[in-house]
């Protein structure tokens, strides 16, 4: 039975409308879970082993909701298009080198290290087509102890030749990984990866909907990210009145737990059909800004009560820190106030946070805050070297490391309760 307390200045999200602030306190944790926050340790948490972090701040594990483990040697190159061609003159040439083991083991074992560098201790991430390179990526996130869902991706149309799977494969192969990987680990997960409406025919998306029915796996995709994209799925899709109801066809809309990246130029019927089946929206500001797609309207979605969280998107977009994520977040709201809608208040920086931990970690359970019962996943942030002033109170010290920190102020990574060393 693992028993843990960690002493220092706890700051987490419970709601996203403030911080809520511990200074000096004992965060105490017993098999992976959080018992709860003591100003003073009584009783049998006397005797648990206590780790000093006196002075530094302790805050949840960071969520990235969706990003592109082999798209990671692009990252900060080619974003001088637009999605579509973005995709097919730089994203389809790197991802079609993933049948090679070799290449695929070194990318993975770099973008795993930097996930746990940069204070990632739970990610959504899209693999390739390959399913030997897929399995090696699950493995390495198993061997890091770290938690993700990782999902082969789904393509048999509209992309490049060597990426093109015949229908009947891509559904074989997705099937090998679930069984293989739904009891393998607790922290690793598979999830059924369509790309997006454009690349999977119809016979492609129902066999994956069976498939996430049948096995009770999640699923992901891209939704509504780019205006010639939208049009795109009009045209393949004159039987469905909206983009997002393509997916629901299929069963791939919140059937099993579902999130869906972008989700900028939807119908308000669309929104209503996320709010009512439950699918999470994974915002992507950075991205969004890159590749010229547009400002989600998040505040729309936070009125609606739509799940929300954050996604680096690499390679669309260029940082894998998700502190840089939450900035991008909240300046993207502040542009669409004022050029778009002033009716849509800009997120705060404690809504930000909220998105970036607990708002995404609810895709994978209890997961993002530090209330009792939750996953004890943390972060120990030394925060002394940021900016002059060092009579800040911890709402402040927060703020201050949500926009000057980096991964250089994370110094322990802990994962259910235990630390996590460097990945290999
Ligand atoms: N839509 C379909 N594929 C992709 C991808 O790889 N990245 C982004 N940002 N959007 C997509
Ligand atoms: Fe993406």
Redesign the pocket.
Known sequence: MSKIVLKGDIVFTSSKDRFETYEDSYLVGKNGKIVGIFKELEGEYKDYPLVDYTGKLIIPGFVDLHL?AP?YPNQGLGLDKE?LPW?NTY?FPEEAKYGDLEYAEKVYRRFIKDLWRHGTTSAVVFSSVHKESTKLLMDLFIESNLRAYVGKVNMDRNTSPELTESTERSLLDTEEIIIEYRKKSPLVKPIITP??VPTCSSELMEGLGRLAVKYGVPVQS?LS?NKNEVEWVRELHPECKNYASVYNKYNLFGQTKTIMAHCIHNTDEELDLMKNNRVFAAHCPH?NYN?SSGIMPIRKFVERKIPIGLGS?IS?GHSISMTSVMVAAIQASKMYWLYNNKEYKPLTSSEAFFFGTKGGGSFFGKVGSFEADYVLDALVIDDSDLGYNNGLNLEERIQRYIYNGDDRNIIDVYVEGRRVEEPK
């Open positions: 592109h798209q999605l995709l994203t790309r997006f891209h990210e991205s590749l998107d669309g």
